[in-house]
């Protein structure tokens, strides 16, 4: 007969196990108790932490700490991990505590039973391979798991920076598509000086590239990890050759140039360099929102607001109001941001919350960091292919508002002086007449000296300027 369950034991006592399922013990309390998200590792974590193991066990089978026969079975079951199978049994919910060591231990148990059954051993057994002696050797999860956090973090970066920069490259094609169309400018919400929509969209454009040269910066911090210090910095339970061969491991593994932290201790306590990555999303986040913003004010009306361009329609606006189009794809951006900026703030408490030689709320901290990193970057493609990129320019309505507005006042300043030019900017307000119009009443100055100050185009730029 088949068996229905397995037994396995930990330090807490005996539990029934599926018989056929590579988790363990340990996997299976951390399931039962952690019942929070109901999500999973996610599928990048859960590879990081097969590159890890598969590190440790090229540096323990270098060593000779580990024989040939269960490294190649571990090392296995870690390629196969890689490929994509197994990952259902890892379930433990991202948000646990423990500092990790759930997670920790489900990639050691699924590795040790899976390298068992390479060798001809049952599941459960954990003869040949232990999830412990074997799989974590010269290992604590205060070392594994920040580490394979890390190494999600540069993944996920390196997938969203090319979203990113697609968006700044839409930014600039708007910009010179743009070019040639006066616009007002505003402060305040209220008109200020003429400017060109292409403006607009150049300064976008550069403000992402700013943000994006912040972020690629960050990646140097998620080099630097403590493997190797195991439990918290002094190397119990690690050879010498396996602390100075362990990131030359990691390296090959990973293709990223990983490295030994200066100081093992402040490795394994201090979260700041998380932080620091965190910060550089946010500040993109932000800049990404003010954007969004701006966007939806000048796609305001389109017959009671702004109306300055048109944002292409992607799903219908109400339930009620018929034929209403609502701006969601820069409403969408403003949420990620704000969710972003929330999860910053789960991120600097988790930094700041640890204590003595470890910090515990890597978890909750991990799990917010790869869901900013993850939805920047989803943000930032439906920005561009479905707003950015089919934007279209009012330009008989941005004329009738350069027109009708009173920034062209500024530009007398130079020639009449500051007093006289808002005693016209009264009138004309007064008055509904242009700014021309009563220029040239109230001043000396001749339709063709006026045409010449008051050419909008040359009010875009310095009078330097060609």
């Known amino acids: 007969m088949t068996k229905k369950t397995r037994i396995e034991h930990d330090?807490?006592?005996?539990?029934e196990i599926d018989p056929n399922v590579y988790y363990g013990v340990q996997s299976k309390r951390a399931e039962h108790n952690f019942p929070i998200t109901y999500e999973k590792l996610r599928p990048e974590m859960i590879e990081s932490l097969a590159l890890v193991?598969?590190?440790?066990?090229?540096?323990?089978?270098?060593?000779?700490?580990?024989?040939?026969?269960?490294?190649?079975?571990?090392?296995?079951?870690?390629?196969?991990?890689l490929a994509g199978k197994f990952h259902e049994d890892f379930i433990c919910d991202p948000i646990q505590g423990g500092a990790g060591t759930s997670a920790n231990m489900n990639a050691n148990e699924v590795i040790a039973n899976r390298a068992t059954e390479i060798l001809g051993g049952e599941l459960g057994s954990y003869d040949p391979v232990h999830p412990n002696d074997h799989v974590n050797m010269a290992q604590s999860t205060n070392d594994v798991f920040p580490t394979s956090g890390k190494i999600t973090v540069i993944r996920l970066l390196r997938e969203a920076l090319p979203k990113l920069r697609d968006l700044e490259a839409a930014f600039r094609a708007k910009a010179e598509e743009f070019n040639d169309i006066v616009m007002v400018g505003y402060t305040q919400l209220q008109d200020a000086v003429p400017m060109r929509l292409g403006?607009?969209?150049?300064?976008?454009?550069?403000a992402v590239k700013r943000d994006i040269a912040a972020i690629e910066k960050t990646e140097h911090y998620m080099y630097i990890n403590n493997m190797g210090g195991t439990a918290i910095g002094t190397g119990i339970n690690a050879s010498k050759y396996y602390l100075d061969h362990i990131n030359d491991c990691l390296a090959e593994v990973t293709g990223y140039p990983m490295q030994t932290a200066t100081d093992l201790f402040d490795g394994t306590q201090n979260l700041d360099s998380f932080v620091i990555v965190s910060s550089a999303i946010k500040a993109m986040a932000v800049t990404l929102s003010k954007?969004?913003?701006?966007?939806?004010?000048?796609?305001?009306?389109?017959?009671?607001?702004?109306?300055?361009?048109?944002?292409?329609?992607?799903?219908?606006?109400?339930?009620?109001?018929?034929?209403k189009v609502n701006p969601v794809i820069p409403e969408v951006v403003n949420q990620v941001a704000f969710n972003i900026i929330g999860n910053d703030v789960t991120i600097c408490m988790c930094a700041e919350g640890g204590q003595f030689e470890l910090n515990a709320f890597e978890p909750v901290l991990f799990y917010n960091l790869f869901e900013s990193i993850i939805g920047l970057g989803q943000a930032a493609y439906t920005l561009r292919v479905n707003c950015i990129e089919d934007i279209t320019a009012n330009r008989d309505r941005i004329q009738e508002m350069l027109e009708g507005s009173l920034v062209l006042v500024t530009a007398l300043v130079p020639h009449i002086g500051y007093e006289k030019s808002a005693d016209i900017a009264h009138i004309a307000m007064k008055t509904g007449e242009t700014i021309r119009a009563v220029t040239l009443r109230e001043t000396d100055l001749t339709p063709d000296q006026l045409n010449e100050i008051l050419n909008p185009m040359k009010l875009t730029h310095p009078s330097n300027e060609a």
């Open 11 to 15: 330090a807490v006592g005996e539990l």
């Open 53 to 81: 193991k598969k590190a440790c066990c090229l540096a323990n089978l270098r060593a000779g700490a580990l024989d040939e026969k269960r490294a190649e079975a571990i090392l296995q079951a870690c390629e196969e991990i």
């Open 199 to 206: 403006q607009a969209f150049h300064a976008y454009a550069e």
């Open 291 to 323: 954007i969004s913003n701006d966007l939806r004010l000048m796609a305001s009306g389109p017959r009671a607001a702004y109306n300055l361009i048109n944002l292409p329609a992607r799903q219908n606006g109400s339930s009620i109001m018929p034929g």
